[in-house]
């Protein structure tokens, strides 16, 4: 069993020391706290060896089964000059926004987003395997002046978002620089089952998209477009535009078996007085935003350090 109680770092450009007493507690998310175990020693000791880190614990996990939500988006311009365009002029959304600032009302209040729904691309499902977010703002909107007109035209978009894909990605180190940023490959899409749910998304958005309660401000759709309409032309859409939703997690999983990087108690695994309390531990991706749990984590951790007694199971 190693420790960990001694801690260097740089400030100023000067190297220092610390020690902890305790224990430490790292909390540098689902890129860094993999990159700062392995930059320590702690990780695959092959990959480790080849950027010159004599290993400290051999734990192959740290670093592997990154996941993140992955989202494409269907987009049609909006007819005429919508709310937020015409606020967006320069004196009034001045005005807005001191009325926002003073009264906590006003449209400046109003954020041309927030609308979500969980839905299941296939009746069979247990649980929804899409979420859809609503964006009422071309990503070019921007305040405008008067008599010049706003040089922007006004968009909506509906967005699948993928809850559960089977893909994987790893976090692994560029070099032993603790100041080289990692390298990330995420893997999107590299289990071709992950497509079946975004095509999905994709055609129920144009669904809701078109129904006639929207005629009068859906305009003419501009992504994927009118000539995207078979498989092969929505996947190479998919490739070309998804992005990520930033809810990476993983890649220092929580569990039991020799890929596992930490244990229930949020321990790592063959180091003595060290933690992880970040999204790094979840074994899997949540499906929905991971901020609930991630709080739910950091809550459980401070019972855990503190030696507090678990609240009983609620049944939900």
Same mark, same amino acid.
């Given at each position: 069993?190693?420790?960990?109680?001694?801690?260097?770092?740089?400030?100023?450009?000067?190297?220092?020391?610390?020690?902890?007493?305790?224990?430490?507690?790292?909390?540098?998310?689902?890129?860094?706290?993999?990159?700062?175990?392995?930059?320590?020693?702690?990780?695959?000791?092959?990959?480790?060896?080849?950027?010159?880190?004599?290993?400290?614990?051999?734990?192959?996990?740290?670093?592997?089964?990154?996941?993140?939500?992955?989202?494409?988006?269907?987009?049609?311009?909006?007819?005429?000059?919508?709310?937020?365009?015409?606020?967006?002029?320069?004196?009034?959304?001045?005005?807005?926004?001191?009325?926002?600032?003073?009264?906590?009302?006003?449209?400046?209040?109003?954020?041309?987003?927030?609308?979500?729904? !969980?839905?299941?691309?296939?009746? @069979?499902? &247990?649980?929804?395997? $899409?979420?859809?977010?609503? %964006?009422? +703002?071309?990503?070019? #909107?921007?305040?405008?002046?008067?008599?010049?007109?706003?040089?922007?035209?006004?968009?909506?978009?509906?967005?699948?978002?993928?809850?559960?894909?089977?893909?994987?990605?790893?976090?692994?180190?560029?070099?032993?620089?603790?100041?080289?940023?990692?390298?990330?490959? !995420?893997?999107?899409?590299?289990? @071709?089952? &992950?497509?079946?749910? $975004?095509?999905?998304?994709? %055609?129920? +958005?144009?669904?809701? #998209?078109?129904?006639?309660?929207?005629?009068?401000?859906?305009?003419?759709?501009?992504?994927?477009?009118?000539?995207?309409?078979?498989?092969?032309?929505?996947?190479?859409?998919?490739?070309?535009?998804?992005?990520?939703?930033?809810?990476?997690?993983?890649?220092?999983?929580?569990?039991?078996?020799?890929?596992?990087?930490?244990?229930?108690? $949020?321990?790592?695994?063959?180091?003595?007085?060290?933690?992880?309390?970040?999204?790094?531990?979840?074994?899997?991706?949540?499906?929905?935003?991971?901020?609930?749990?991630?709080?739910?984590?950091?809550?459980?951790?401070?019972?855990?350090?503190?030696?507090?007694?678990?609240?009983?199971?609620?049944?939900?």
């Amino acid at each position: 069993m190693c420790s960990s109680d001694l801690i260097e770092y740089l400030e100023g450009g000067q190297a220092k020391q610390v020690r902890a007493t305790r224990e430490v507690l790292l909390a540098g998310g689902a890129i860094n706290s993999p990159q700062l175990l392995m930059l320590s020693g702690i990780g695959d000791p092959e990959a480790l060896l080849k950027q010159g880190i004599r290993p400290m614990a051999a734990l192959r996990g740290v670093g592997t089964n990154l996941q993140d939500h992955l989202s494409v988006g269907v987009t049609c311009w909006r007819k005429g000059m919508s709310p937020l365009q015409h606020t967006l002029r320069a004196d009034r959304i001045a005005i807005a926004m001191l009325r926002a600032y003073l009264t906590g009302s006003g449209p400046a209040t109003l954020l041309p987003g927030g609308v979500t729904a !969980p839905v299941r691309s296939r009746a @069979d499902l &247990d649980v929804p395997d $899409l979420q859809f977010l609503f %964006r009422g +703002a071309a990503v070019d #909107a921007r305040p405008w002046w008067p008599f010049k007109g706003p040089d922007w035209r006004d968009a909506i978009m509906l967005r699948p978002v993928l809850l559960h894909p089977q893909s994987r990605g790893e976090v692994t180190l560029a070099s032993a620089e603790p100041a080289d940023a990692p390298r990330i490959q !995420p893997n999107f899409l590299a289990v @071709d089952a &992950d497509f079946a749910p $975004l095509l999905a998304g994709i %055609r129920i +958005a144009r669904e809701v #998209a078109r129904q006639p309660a929207l005629d009068r401000f859906r305009g003419d759709e501009i992504f994927p477009g009118p000539g995207v309409e078979d498989d092969t032309a929505m996947k190479a859409y998919i490739r070309k535009v998804a992005g990520t939703f930033h809810h990476a997690c993983g890649t220092c999983r929580m569990g039991s078996d020799e890929e596992s990087v930490v244990d229930p108690q $949020l321990r790592v695994r063959g180091i003595e007085g060290l933690r992880i309390v970040d999204a790094s531990v979840l074994p899997d991706l949540p499906g929905a935003n991971i901020n609930a749990c991630t709080f739910m984590l950091a809550e459980k951790a401070a019972d855990l350090i503190r030696g507090r007694t678990p609240l009983p199971p609620a049944a939900v």
